[in-house]
């Protein structure tokens, strides 16, 4: 019989994590799932600790030359068996009861996919909900604009239909990113999603500690941002979905991923005048110009963004060392 969830976990490095992620999984409140773990060519002792669960025929585990977060979860998709699937980062964990609050919130709404809310813990605590109501079921276009706007592009708060998910074609996306991967991947599957249910409940734990990959700065980031906005907005259009609400929902996301970014560099000094000259030259940040506005930003966000956009270097970075 197969599992009515399949949990996909991308592992690389994580041997610090990965029992207890592992763990919350094994006990969870409701069985029936299975765990794919894709080990994306650690090179401490994950694979290792990975291969001990196999005693567990619920625990499957794929070994691959590192190859990118995107490339470890379409290849756990590809073995997945389950119903519905469900991401778990390495480093994270879910609560006990998440898999069985998911399934009743399947059972009420029969929802493609279902949102529900998570926990920091680390360095930063709090919980995040999303802000549409939650016990209400939303069409495409409502949860597109929410997740889009909200930078709410993970994969691990949002339980989703496996036939849903493998309709994804990502054949246009010729480069590895380093980081909005998930961005890229939640807005192709979400154009194939007709209803989604929002949960009030917190199922999540999301870990945060300086060595993660999206608390590091390096320009690169930039670029990939770069290249993940155009991604879906191209991806919208191709879906008859970008509309002007969601163009604007595009842009304004941008800049509230690389205005943060932008100012990290500023503030570890790693970021070149010819840098800054490149991301003023290209397009999506030139377009994103008519979102920034204290509607949409706060007001420190808003000065860095404006700082930026007005070629103000050295005041930036001055500001930037005092913060720091």
């Given at each position: 019989m197969s599992p009515f969830f399949s949990i996909i976990t991308p592992v690389y490095n994580c041997r610090k994590f990965i029992k207890k992620c592992v763990d919350s999984v094994i006990k969870q409140t409701y069985p029936s799932w299975e765990l794919i773990l894709v080990d994306d060519g650690s090179t401490d002792s994950s694979s290792e600790i990975c291969d001990r669960y196999c005693f567990d025929a619920r625990i499957k585990v794929i070994h691959q030359e590192n190859s990118g977060q995107l490339t470890s979860r379409l290849n756990g998709i590809a073995a997945a068996k389950g119903i519905y699937t469900l991401g778990l980062d390495a480093d994270d964990y879910l609560d006990i009861n998440c898999l069985e609050k998911i399934k009743k919130a399947i059972d009420i709404s029969g929802s493609d996919a279902v949102l529900f809310g998570y926990r920091n813990v680390g360095y930063q605590r709090g919980c995040v909900r999303f802000e549409l109501e939650s016990g209400k079921e939303y069409l495409?276009?409502?949860i597109l604009k929410e997740i889009i706007e909200k930078t709410n592009h993970s994969l691990w708060n949002k339980a989703i239909r496996m036939?849903?998910?493998?309709?994804?074609?990502?054949?246009?996306?010729?480069e590895r990113l380093d980081v909005n991967e998930d961005y890229v991947q939640i807005v192709s599957v979400l154009c194939n999603v007709d209803t989604a249910y929002v949960m009030d409940d917190i199922l999540y734990n999301y870990r945060i500690y300086g060595k993660s990959i999206s608390h590091k700065y390096d320009v690169k980031h930039i670029w990939d941002t770069n290249t993940?906005?155009?991604y879906v907005?191209?991806?919208l259009k191709e879906n008859s979905l970008l509309d002007a609400e969601l163009y604007n929902a595009a842009l304004l996301a941008y800049l509230k991923m690389v205005g943060p970014r932008i100012f990290g560099l500023f503030r570890e000094r790693r970021i070149s005048?010819?840098?800054c000259r490149t991301i003023h030259k290209s397009d999506i940040y030139m377009r994103s110009k008519r979102m920034e506005s204290s509607g949409n930003f706060n007001r420190q966000d808003l000065l860095v963004l404006k700082l930026f956009r007005f070629r103000q270097y050295w005041i930036l970075k001055l500001f930037a060392r005092i913060k720091k």
């Open positions: 495409q276009k409502e036939d849903k998910f493998v309709q994804a074609d990502y054949s246009r996306l010729k993940a906005t155009e907005l191209r991806k005048a010819k840098d």
